[in-house]
Protein backbone atom coordinates (compact mmCIF):
# COMPACT_ATOMS: atom_id res chain seq x y z
CA UNK A 1 0.00 0.00 0.00
CA UNK A 2 1.34 3.46 -0.98
CA UNK A 3 -0.18 6.13 1.42
CA UNK A 4 -0.08 9.87 -0.06
CA UNK A 5 -0.40 12.61 2.62
CA UNK A 6 -2.76 15.86 1.89
CA UNK A 7 -2.46 19.15 3.86
CA UNK A 8 -5.75 21.12 4.26
CA UNK A 9 -4.33 24.40 3.98
CA UNK A 10 -7.34 26.12 5.59
CA UNK A 11 -6.70 24.01 8.86
CA UNK A 12 -3.18 24.52 9.02
CA UNK A 13 -1.40 26.27 11.27
CA UNK A 14 2.51 25.82 10.08
CA UNK A 15 3.51 24.22 13.71
CA UNK A 16 6.02 22.48 12.17
CA UNK A 17 5.79 18.91 13.76
CA UNK A 18 5.06 16.65 10.22
CA UNK A 19 8.54 18.03 8.52
CA UNK A 20 10.75 17.40 11.86
CA UNK A 21 9.32 13.71 11.67
CA UNK A 22 9.22 13.55 7.80
CA UNK A 23 11.78 16.10 6.53
CA UNK A 24 11.85 14.67 3.18
CA UNK A 25 7.80 14.45 2.75
CA UNK A 26 6.69 18.07 4.26
CA UNK A 27 8.12 21.50 4.32
CA UNK A 28 6.73 24.12 5.82
CA UNK A 29 6.99 27.76 5.72
CA UNK A 30 3.89 29.37 6.25
CA UNK A 31 1.83 26.24 6.48
CA UNK A 32 3.12 22.87 5.46
CA UNK A 33 3.66 21.40 2.13
CA UNK A 34 4.03 18.06 0.29
CA UNK A 35 7.57 18.13 -0.91
CA UNK A 36 8.32 14.38 -1.41
CA UNK A 37 7.22 11.01 -0.82
CA UNK A 38 7.70 9.02 2.55
CA UNK A 39 7.06 5.36 3.65
CA UNK A 40 3.66 4.49 4.83
CA UNK A 41 4.53 4.66 8.54
CA UNK A 42 6.24 7.72 8.57
CA UNK A 43 3.66 9.35 6.68
CA UNK A 44 0.64 8.35 9.21
CA UNK A 45 3.08 9.12 12.09
CA UNK A 46 3.53 12.72 10.74
CA UNK A 47 -0.08 12.83 10.49
CA UNK A 48 -1.23 11.41 13.18
CA UNK A 49 1.09 14.25 15.06
CA UNK A 50 -0.45 16.89 13.48
CA UNK A 51 -1.85 19.32 16.56
CA UNK A 52 -4.12 20.87 14.04
CA UNK A 53 -5.54 17.28 12.47
CA UNK A 54 -4.72 19.00 9.38
CA UNK A 55 -3.02 16.02 7.79
CA UNK A 56 -5.16 13.82 5.43
CA UNK A 57 -3.96 10.43 3.93
CA UNK A 58 -5.11 9.10 1.27
CA UNK A 59 -4.52 5.40 -0.50
CA UNK A 60 -3.11 5.92 -3.60
CA UNK A 61 -4.39 2.23 -5.28
CA UNK A 62 -7.91 3.21 -3.90
CA UNK A 63 -8.22 7.00 -3.56
CA UNK A 64 -9.92 6.51 -0.34
CA UNK A 65 -8.86 8.32 3.35
CA UNK A 66 -7.34 6.32 5.36
CA UNK A 67 -8.54 6.13 9.44
CA UNK A 68 -5.57 7.67 11.44
CA UNK B 1 -25.92 5.55 13.74
CA UNK B 2 -27.05 9.24 14.45
CA UNK B 3 -29.06 10.57 11.53
CA UNK B 4 -29.91 14.15 12.71
CA UNK B 5 -26.66 15.55 14.48
CA UNK B 6 -27.31 18.93 15.97
CA UNK B 7 -23.78 20.92 17.00
CA UNK B 8 -25.12 24.19 18.92
CA UNK B 9 -22.48 26.46 18.89
CA UNK B 10 -20.74 28.29 15.77
CA UNK B 11 -17.01 28.18 16.79
CA UNK B 12 -13.37 25.75 16.26
CA UNK B 13 -14.75 22.40 18.18
CA UNK B 14 -18.13 22.90 16.13
CA UNK B 15 -16.52 23.16 12.66
CA UNK B 16 -13.94 20.38 13.67
CA UNK B 17 -16.83 18.18 14.70
CA UNK B 18 -18.41 18.87 11.10
CA UNK B 19 -16.10 18.46 8.98
CA UNK B 20 -14.92 15.13 10.24
CA UNK B 21 -18.74 13.75 10.61
CA UNK B 22 -18.61 14.92 6.75
CA UNK B 23 -15.26 13.18 6.21
CA UNK B 24 -15.99 10.11 8.26
CA UNK B 25 -19.14 9.50 5.89
CA UNK B 26 -22.00 10.57 7.76
CA UNK B 27 -24.56 11.57 5.42
CA UNK B 28 -27.93 12.18 7.47
CA UNK B 29 -28.35 15.97 8.61
CA UNK B 30 -25.70 18.39 10.30
CA UNK B 31 -27.39 21.63 11.48
CA UNK B 32 -25.25 24.01 13.61
CA UNK B 33 -26.46 26.92 15.70
CA UNK B 34 -24.47 30.00 15.36
CA UNK B 35 -24.85 32.52 18.32
CA UNK B 36 -23.37 35.09 15.25
CA UNK B 37 -24.71 36.48 12.33
CA UNK B 38 -21.61 34.88 10.37
CA UNK B 39 -20.62 31.69 9.50
CA UNK B 40 -17.86 30.14 11.84
CA UNK B 41 -14.76 31.45 12.07
CA UNK B 42 -11.01 31.05 13.82
CA UNK B 43 -10.71 33.20 17.08
CA UNK B 44 -6.58 33.71 17.31
CA UNK B 45 -6.61 36.53 15.20
CA UNK B 46 -9.11 38.66 16.89
CA UNK B 47 -6.01 39.65 19.27
CA UNK B 48 -3.20 39.04 16.74
CA UNK B 49 -4.88 41.13 14.05
CA UNK B 50 -9.00 42.39 14.93
CA UNK B 51 -10.33 40.07 12.53
CA UNK B 52 -12.08 36.75 12.65
CA UNK B 53 -10.84 34.15 9.65
CA UNK B 54 -13.27 32.11 8.15
CA UNK B 55 -12.89 28.77 8.50
CA UNK B 56 -14.11 27.78 5.08
CA UNK B 57 -15.29 29.76 2.26
CA UNK B 58 -19.00 30.39 2.28
CA UNK B 59 -19.82 27.79 -0.43
CA UNK B 60 -18.62 25.18 1.76
CA UNK B 61 -21.45 24.77 4.12
CA UNK B 62 -23.70 24.06 1.06
CA UNK B 63 -21.68 22.04 -1.20
CA UNK B 64 -21.25 19.98 2.48
CA UNK B 65 -24.85 19.50 3.55
CA UNK B 66 -24.55 21.77 6.72
CA UNK B 67 -26.85 23.86 7.65
CA UNK B 68 -26.05 26.90 9.69
CA UNK B 69 -28.91 28.18 11.99
CA UNK B 70 -27.32 32.11 12.19
CA UNK B 71 -28.03 34.45 14.55
CA UNK B 72 -29.85 31.90 16.86
CA UNK B 73 -29.25 31.09 20.48
CA UNK B 74 -29.62 27.93 22.37
CA UNK B 75 -31.08 28.56 25.03
CA UNK B 76 -32.14 25.47 26.85
CA UNK B 77 -31.70 21.42 26.72
CA UNK B 78 -34.19 18.99 27.32
CA UNK B 79 -33.12 15.90 27.18
CA UNK B 80 -36.15 13.74 27.20
CA UNK B 81 -37.44 15.22 24.05
CA UNK B 82 -33.95 15.03 22.78
CA UNK B 83 -34.43 18.51 21.61
CA UNK B 84 -32.76 22.15 22.15
CA UNK B 85 -34.95 25.58 22.38
CA UNK B 86 -33.85 28.39 20.78
CA UNK B 87 -35.01 32.09 21.22
CA UNK B 88 -37.56 30.87 18.18
CA UNK B 89 -38.77 27.61 18.19
CA UNK B 90 -37.07 24.64 18.87
CA UNK B 91 -34.64 21.70 17.63
CA UNK B 92 -35.01 18.26 17.93
CA UNK B 93 -31.64 16.25 17.48
CA UNK B 94 -30.42 12.38 17.41
CA UNK B 95 -27.00 13.20 18.83
CA UNK B 96 -26.30 16.73 20.19
CA UNK B 97 -22.88 18.42 20.64
CA UNK B 98 -22.59 21.32 22.74
CA UNK B 99 -19.65 23.62 21.86
CA UNK B 100 -21.20 26.77 22.79
CA UNK B 101 -17.46 27.84 23.82
CA UNK B 102 -17.24 30.24 26.63
CA UNK B 103 -17.92 34.01 27.56
CA UNK B 104 -15.49 36.95 28.71
CA UNK B 105 -15.55 37.42 32.26
CA UNK B 106 -16.62 40.69 33.54
CA UNK B 107 -15.28 43.35 36.01
CA UNK B 108 -18.38 44.81 38.24
CA UNK B 109 -16.61 48.08 38.24
CA UNK B 110 -16.60 47.90 34.33
CA UNK B 111 -20.44 46.59 32.80
CA UNK B 112 -22.55 49.17 31.79
CA UNK B 113 -19.67 51.58 30.12
CA UNK B 114 -20.28 52.10 26.27
CA UNK B 115 -16.08 52.73 26.00
CA UNK B 116 -15.52 49.59 27.48
CA UNK B 117 -14.86 46.46 25.08
CA UNK B 118 -14.34 43.06 25.36
CA UNK B 119 -13.29 41.12 22.64
CA UNK B 120 -14.98 37.47 22.01
CA UNK B 121 -16.36 38.11 18.21
CA UNK B 122 -15.67 39.09 15.49
CA UNK B 123 -18.09 42.69 16.06
CA UNK B 124 -16.01 42.83 19.10
CA UNK B 125 -12.69 43.02 16.84
CA UNK B 126 -14.52 45.35 14.72
CA UNK B 127 -15.94 47.53 17.55
CA UNK B 128 -11.96 47.78 18.84
CA UNK B 129 -10.56 48.18 15.69
CA UNK B 130 -12.54 51.65 15.17
CA UNK B 131 -11.88 53.15 18.50
CA UNK B 132 -7.85 52.05 18.24
CA UNK B 133 -7.27 55.72 16.40
CA UNK B 134 -3.36 56.77 16.36
CA UNK B 135 -2.90 58.48 19.75
CA UNK B 136 -5.99 56.86 21.36
CA UNK B 137 -5.45 55.86 24.63
CA UNK B 138 -6.12 52.29 25.44
CA UNK B 139 -6.30 50.89 29.06
CA UNK B 140 -6.48 47.13 28.89
CA UNK B 141 -7.76 45.40 32.27
CA UNK B 142 -5.73 41.85 32.70
CA UNK B 143 -2.43 40.88 31.36
CA UNK B 144 -3.35 37.23 30.55
CA UNK B 145 -2.28 36.08 26.43
CA UNK B 146 -5.45 38.15 25.10
CA UNK B 147 -4.87 41.57 26.84
CA UNK B 148 -0.66 41.09 25.95
CA UNK B 149 -1.53 40.57 21.92
CA UNK B 150 -4.21 43.13 21.89
CA UNK B 151 -1.31 45.55 23.71
CA UNK B 152 0.70 44.83 20.91
CA UNK B 153 -1.37 44.97 18.00
CA UNK B 154 -2.78 48.17 19.68
CA UNK B 155 0.74 49.65 19.67
CA UNK B 156 1.20 49.02 15.95
CA UNK B 157 -2.07 50.94 15.17
CA UNK B 158 -0.55 54.14 16.83
CA UNK B 159 -2.78 53.71 20.24
CA UNK B 160 -1.05 54.90 23.51
CA UNK B 161 -1.60 51.76 25.63
CA UNK B 162 -1.51 50.71 29.52
CA UNK B 163 -1.80 47.24 30.52
CA UNK B 164 -3.30 46.24 33.87
CA UNK B 165 -2.62 43.43 35.93
CA UNK B 166 -3.22 42.33 39.43
CA UNK B 167 -0.72 39.71 40.01
CA UNK B 168 3.08 41.00 40.54
CA UNK B 169 3.38 40.34 36.65
CA UNK B 170 1.34 39.94 33.20
CA UNK B 171 0.90 36.15 33.01
CA UNK B 172 2.94 35.45 36.61
CA UNK B 173 -0.10 33.11 37.58
CA UNK B 174 0.21 30.85 34.14
CA UNK B 175 4.37 31.75 33.86
CA UNK B 176 5.65 32.73 36.97
CA UNK B 177 7.31 35.84 37.87
CA UNK B 178 10.43 35.15 36.09
CA UNK B 179 8.87 34.85 32.14
CA UNK B 180 5.79 37.59 33.51
CA UNK B 181 8.75 40.25 34.28
CA UNK B 182 10.32 39.26 31.09
CA UNK B 183 6.78 39.93 29.04
CA UNK B 184 6.32 43.21 31.33
CA UNK B 185 9.98 44.34 29.84
CA UNK B 186 9.04 43.47 26.13
CA UNK B 187 5.71 45.33 26.63
CA UNK B 188 7.74 48.12 28.26
CA UNK B 189 10.13 48.31 25.64
CA UNK B 190 7.50 48.62 23.01
CA UNK B 191 6.01 51.59 24.89
CA UNK B 192 3.28 49.66 26.37
CA UNK B 193 2.69 51.25 30.03
CA UNK B 194 2.29 48.19 32.67
CA UNK B 195 0.93 48.50 35.63
CA UNK B 196 1.28 45.67 38.50
CA UNK B 197 0.77 44.54 41.26
CA UNK B 198 -2.91 46.12 42.20
CA UNK B 199 -6.18 45.18 41.06
CA UNK B 200 -9.09 47.65 39.37
CA UNK B 201 -11.01 49.31 42.18
CA UNK B 202 -13.29 52.10 40.37
CA UNK B 203 -14.10 53.48 37.52
CA UNK B 204 -14.29 57.44 36.64
CA UNK B 205 -16.60 59.22 36.44
CA UNK B 206 -18.73 57.34 39.01
CA UNK B 207 -21.66 57.77 37.21
CA UNK B 208 -23.51 54.47 35.91
CA UNK B 209 -23.38 53.97 32.33
CA UNK B 210 -20.89 57.13 31.54
CA UNK B 211 -18.06 56.61 29.97
CA UNK B 212 -14.99 55.93 31.89
CA UNK B 213 -12.26 59.00 32.06
CA UNK B 214 -10.10 57.29 33.98
CA UNK B 215 -9.65 54.18 35.64
CA UNK B 216 -8.35 53.62 39.84
CA UNK B 217 -6.50 50.88 40.92
CA UNK B 218 -6.71 49.41 44.67
CA UNK B 219 -3.32 51.28 45.81
CA UNK B 220 -4.84 54.97 44.46
CA UNK B 221 -3.26 54.78 40.71
CA UNK B 222 -4.96 56.46 38.15
CA UNK B 223 -4.74 55.67 34.36
CA UNK B 224 -6.65 57.96 32.19
CA UNK B 225 -8.32 56.47 29.19
CA UNK B 226 -10.52 57.34 26.01
CA UNK B 227 -11.42 53.46 25.61
CA UNK B 228 -10.90 50.20 28.13
CA UNK B 229 -10.64 46.41 27.15
CA UNK B 230 -11.41 43.93 29.44
CA UNK B 231 -9.76 41.09 28.97
CA UNK B 232 -9.96 39.31 32.79
CA UNK B 233 -10.84 35.58 31.04
CA UNK B 234 -13.71 33.61 30.04
CA UNK B 235 -15.94 31.23 31.99
CA UNK B 236 -17.51 28.20 29.98
CA UNK B 237 -20.75 29.35 28.10
CA UNK B 238 -23.04 26.62 30.33
CA UNK B 239 -25.63 29.16 31.19
CA UNK B 240 -28.35 27.78 28.65
CA UNK B 241 -27.97 24.05 30.14
CA UNK B 242 -29.95 25.39 33.62
CA UNK B 243 -32.25 22.34 34.24
CA UNK B 244 -30.55 19.92 32.67
CA UNK B 245 -28.32 17.51 33.92
CA UNK B 246 -25.47 19.10 32.50
CA UNK B 247 -25.74 22.25 34.22
CA UNK B 248 -23.12 23.72 35.74
CA UNK B 249 -19.75 25.20 35.36
CA UNK B 250 -18.57 23.99 32.58
CA UNK B 251 -19.88 20.42 30.76
CA UNK B 252 -17.93 17.38 31.72
CA UNK B 253 -16.47 14.87 29.09
CA UNK B 254 -14.37 11.58 29.25
CA UNK B 255 -11.86 11.61 26.14
CA UNK B 256 -14.03 10.42 23.51
CA UNK B 257 -16.24 13.71 24.41
CA UNK B 258 -18.86 12.14 25.54
CA UNK B 259 -21.34 13.39 28.85
CA UNK B 260 -22.91 11.84 31.40
CA UNK B 261 -26.30 11.84 29.25
CA UNK B 262 -26.60 9.17 26.39
CA UNK B 263 -26.99 11.05 22.90
CA UNK B 264 -24.88 14.34 23.91
CA UNK B 265 -21.08 15.12 23.72
CA UNK B 266 -19.68 18.32 24.14
CA UNK B 267 -16.44 20.24 22.93
CA UNK B 268 -14.11 23.28 22.81
CA UNK B 269 -14.09 25.75 25.87
CA UNK B 270 -17.25 24.67 27.22
CA UNK B 271 -15.81 21.31 28.75
CA UNK B 272 -13.28 23.99 30.49
CA UNK B 273 -10.29 24.59 28.57
CA UNK B 274 -9.34 27.57 26.45
CA UNK B 275 -7.28 26.91 23.91
CA UNK B 276 -7.08 26.39 20.05
CA UNK B 277 -5.57 22.97 19.51
CA UNK B 278 -7.26 20.71 22.57
CA UNK B 279 -10.77 22.67 20.98
CA UNK B 280 -9.92 20.88 17.41
CA UNK B 281 -8.83 17.84 18.84
CA UNK B 282 -11.93 17.05 20.81
CA UNK B 283 -14.29 18.56 18.16
CA UNK B 284 -13.08 15.92 15.91
CA UNK B 285 -13.02 13.40 18.54
CA UNK B 286 -16.59 13.51 19.31
CA UNK B 287 -17.63 13.13 15.71
CA UNK B 288 -15.49 10.08 15.20
CA UNK B 289 -17.30 8.76 18.85
CA UNK B 290 -20.75 9.81 17.59
CA UNK B 291 -19.94 7.38 14.66
CA UNK B 292 -18.73 4.77 16.70
CA UNK B 293 -14.42 5.15 15.57
CA UNK B 294 -11.75 4.83 17.55
CA UNK B 295 -10.19 8.06 19.08
CA UNK B 296 -6.71 8.06 19.23
CA UNK B 297 -4.17 9.64 22.25
CA UNK B 298 -3.76 13.46 22.10
CA UNK B 299 -0.32 14.54 21.61
CA UNK B 300 1.00 17.10 24.32
CA UNK B 301 -0.74 20.33 23.23
CA UNK B 302 1.00 23.49 22.68
CA UNK B 303 -0.65 27.60 22.41
CA UNK B 304 0.78 30.23 20.32
CA UNK B 305 1.15 33.78 20.44
CA UNK B 306 2.57 36.57 18.39
CA UNK B 307 3.35 40.06 19.89
CA UNK B 308 5.81 42.50 18.50
CA UNK B 309 6.40 39.61 15.50
CA UNK B 310 7.30 37.41 18.32
CA UNK B 311 6.09 33.72 18.15
CA UNK B 312 5.92 32.73 21.77
CA UNK B 313 4.44 28.70 22.13
CA UNK B 314 3.49 26.80 25.61
CA UNK B 315 3.76 23.25 24.94
CA UNK B 316 2.99 20.70 27.70
CA UNK B 317 1.47 22.31 30.78
CA UNK B 318 2.35 25.47 32.77
CA UNK B 319 2.46 25.54 36.60
CA UNK B 320 6.42 25.03 37.12
CA UNK B 321 8.06 25.40 40.62
CA UNK B 322 11.53 25.76 38.41
CA UNK B 323 11.99 27.92 34.83
CA UNK B 324 15.48 27.29 33.37
CA UNK B 325 16.04 29.67 30.55
CA UNK B 326 18.49 29.47 27.52
CA UNK B 327 18.97 32.17 25.11
CA UNK B 328 18.96 35.82 24.40
CA UNK B 329 16.64 38.48 25.36
CA UNK B 330 14.20 37.91 22.05
CA UNK B 331 14.72 34.47 20.93
CA UNK B 332 14.96 32.08 24.42
CA UNK B 333 13.96 28.42 25.25
CA UNK B 334 12.33 28.02 28.70
CA UNK B 335 12.43 24.68 30.20
CA UNK B 336 9.35 24.40 33.06
CA UNK B 337 9.99 21.80 35.54
CA UNK B 338 7.60 20.93 38.49
CA UNK B 339 8.50 18.61 41.30
CA UNK B 340 11.86 18.26 39.58
CA UNK B 341 10.53 16.29 36.11
CA UNK B 342 10.11 18.60 32.67
CA UNK B 343 6.68 19.23 32.66
CA UNK B 344 6.59 22.21 29.46
CA UNK B 345 8.22 24.75 28.01
CA UNK B 346 8.07 28.04 26.74
CA UNK B 347 9.56 29.18 23.17
CA UNK B 348 10.36 32.67 22.44
CA UNK B 349 10.97 33.46 18.87
CA UNK B 350 12.44 29.33 18.66
CA UNK B 351 9.25 27.98 16.19
CA UNK B 352 11.20 25.29 14.87
CA UNK B 353 11.95 23.64 18.57
CA UNK B 354 8.86 23.18 18.83
CA UNK B 355 8.14 19.60 17.34
CA UNK B 356 11.35 18.37 19.43
CA UNK B 357 9.98 19.57 22.41
CA UNK B 358 6.37 18.26 21.76
CA UNK B 359 8.03 14.55 20.93
CA UNK B 360 9.92 14.94 24.17
CA UNK B 361 6.68 15.71 26.53
CA UNK B 362 4.89 12.41 24.98
CA UNK B 363 7.91 10.21 25.82
CA UNK B 364 8.28 11.34 28.95
CA UNK B 365 4.44 10.90 29.65
CA UNK B 366 4.93 7.60 28.15
CA UNK B 367 7.56 6.65 30.22
CA UNK B 368 5.84 7.62 33.38
CA UNK B 369 2.70 5.67 32.47
CA UNK B 370 5.54 2.51 31.92
CA UNK B 371 7.21 3.59 35.28
Known sequence: ?68 | MPSRILIAGGGLAAQRAAETLRARGHDGAIQVICAEPVAPYDRPPLSKELVGTPFRPAEWYADNDVELLLGRRACALDVGARQVALDDGAVGYDALVIATGSRPRRLPALVGRPNVLELRTVADAERLRSALTPGARLAIVGGGFVGLEVAATARRLGADVTVIEAASAPLARVLGPSLGGWFAALHRAEGVRVEVGSGLEAALPAVAGAPVSALVLADGREIEADVVLSAVGVAPETRWLAGSPLAGDRVAVDPCGRTVVPGVWAAGDVVGGDHWEPAARLGAAVARSILGLDVGAAPPASFWSDQYGIRIQLVGSAGADVVEIDGSDRSFTAVLRRHGAVCGALLVGRPRELPTWRRRLADAATERKAA
Open chain 1, 1 to 68: MTLLPRVDEYSCCGHGDCAAIAPHVFRVDEIAVVTGEGSDDVVLEAARACPAMAIEVVDEATGEPVDL
